[in-house]
């Protein structure tokens, strides 16, 4: 069942974990459009003006309403650190996150590729090893 809390957020019944706690997803989309606008000081207009430009990304019930995240929330905060204190206009934010993007797909590409050639040095390790011992 979930329930509107009175600060806006959703509340959803989480899964426990082994300790007993809730597991706190930051994908969970608990916030309404008004309570976003609210705790990031903007107009609701701002925010769905992002989700045009697909600069964040929230969930959408049945009924179409938006529901944010903590994580798009924090996507929020940081397209006003790029518009705001450092001057970047939403064209240059799109651009800035498709580097970013782009970056953190090369990150893991090159960390899989790490994985792979360690896995092969510890194979052929092994190989000479076993031919020292024959």
């Known amino acids: ?24 997803d930051q994908r969970m989309a608990v916030y309404h459009i008004s309570v976003v606008a609210e705790m990031v000081e903007t107009h609701p207009q701002t925010l769905r003006m992002y989700e045009r430009m697909g600069l964040v990304s929230p969930r959408r019930t049945r009924n179409n309403i938006r529901l ?14 790029l518009t705001q204190e450092l001057g ?5 934010v799109e651009v800035v996150f498709k580097l970013l993007r782009e ?22 390790g092994k190989i000479l090893s076993d031919e020292g011992n024959a």
Do not use: W
């Open 68 to 81: 944010y995240s903590d994580a798009d929330v924090e996507q929020v905060r940081r397209i006003q650190h």
């Open 103 to 124: 970056m953190e797909r090369i990150r893991a590409e090159a960390a899989n590729e790490l994985a792979e050639f360690r896995a092969q040095l510890e194979r052929e």
């Open 88 to 92: 970047v206009n939403l064209a240059g």
């Open 1 to 24: 069942m979930v329930r509107t809390m009175r600060d806006g957020r959703e509340n959803h019944r989480q899964p426990k974990g082994r300790n007993g706690h809730s597991q706190h």
